[in-house]
């Protein structure tokens, strides 16, 4: 696998976007985390406890909705985005002090947890957004404990082709950065010591009335972090121009004549199997991998 393989992120634009945290998550965001939660049905052993990865953009509804499956696991709020998202989160999910899980330590934790602290670790719609994804990945594995896994989805490479197709048309720089193949997820996944990776994906059409309520309903779902997009502000000749394009080239007989365009999802799931210790003449080995490898009853050799 390449080091150059996309995202092509300009990092102080994602770090910009990551800071600032929604005060309600997009509907796209928490239609995958609905179908998300319907694939944990097929996870036989639910968790003791669980991390829910910036969930302020990911999906308070969708959170709700693995809350209410596991309602006995204990609950980690990672708000990774800003002071403000930090802010909040814990406005939002603050547990009043009458409330007993407040007594019952059934209240969620907020803060990233602890180095293998959780069974499952919850990351919506955030990967593909990130400047350094492979940190991203080592940072999740890093919190789950030994057999833990972790559920994600993702934006895939054809999203919004529709409006890439434009952008080129009226010889505009790219629309948006280029999004990493499912594929390719799952030997980033192997790479940085998770097992047995999952991928899978979808195509979700979402239709607009008009150019207007298209671009308001992008402006919610992500930006444009290609290191080639115009540098400069846009003046409202060309937002004419580009509401024209849109209306002119995403109309779909097939949809009524509702513009359409059309969102790769790419879902994600993988173990974090026991430390394995190549053996020489002489093996370092961390405390924290000796721990998991007595836990799970394996000697370094596996």
């Given at each position: ?57 990911g999906g308070l509804q969708g959170h709700a909705l693995v809350r209410q499956r596991y309602p006995q696991a204990q609950c980690h709020i990672a708000e990774t985005s ?98 990493t193949d499912m594929h390719d997820w799952g030997d980033m996944l192997v790479q940085a010591g998770f097992a047995e990776p999952v991928m899978d994906m979808e195509r ?74 190549r053996m020489s003449d002489s093996s370092a080995v961390s405390l924290q991998d000796m721990r998991a490898m007595l836990h799970s009853g394996r000697g370094p050799g596996?």
């Amino acid at each position: 696998m390449s080091d150059s393989l996309p995202p092509t992120i300009d990092p102080v634009a994602a770090a910009r976007w990551h800071a600032d945290a929604p005060t309600e998550s997009p509907w796209l965001h928490e239609e995958i985390a609905r179908r998300m939660d319907d694939r944990l049905q097929w996870i036989t052993r639910p968790p003791a406890s669980w991390c829910d990865w910036d969930p302020m953009r990911g999906g308070l509804q969708g959170h709700a909705l693995v809350r209410q499956r596991y309602p006995q696991a204990q609950c980690h709020i990672a708000e990774t985005s800003s002071p403000r998202g930090r802010a909040l989160a814990e406005a939002h999910f603050a547990t009043p002090w009458w409330n007993p899980s407040r007594w019952t330590g059934q209240a969620p934790r907020l803060g990233v947890p602890a180095d293998g602290s959780v069974q499952m670790l919850w990351a919506n719609m955030a990967l593909h957004m990130a400047a350094d994804p492979q940190a991203l990945i080592a940072r999740w594995h890093r919190a789950l404990a030994v057999d833990g896994y972790l559920m994600f989805s993702c934006l895939g490479p054809d999203t919004v082709q529709e409006l890439h197709r434009v952008y080129a048309a009226l010889g505009w720089p790219p629309a948006g950065h280029a999004m990493t193949d499912m594929h390719d997820w799952g030997d980033m996944l192997v790479q940085a010591g998770f097992a047995e990776p999952v991928m899978d994906m979808e195509r979700v059409t979402l239709t607009f009335a008009t150019p207007e309520r298209l671009l308001e309903e992008l402006r919610g779902l992500g930006c444009n972090l290609h290191p080639q997009r115009f540098p400069a502000l846009r003046g409202r000749g060309w937002r004419r121009r580009l509401e024209q394009a849109l209306a002119d080239q995403l109309a779909d007989p097939a949809q009524g004549g509702q513009l359409a365009l059309t969102f790769e999802i790419v879902y994600g799931h993988a173990f974090k199997p026991a430390p394995r210790v190549r053996m020489s003449d002489s093996s370092a080995v961390s405390l924290q991998d000796m721990r998991a490898m007595l836990h799970s009853g394996r000697g370094p050799g596996g």
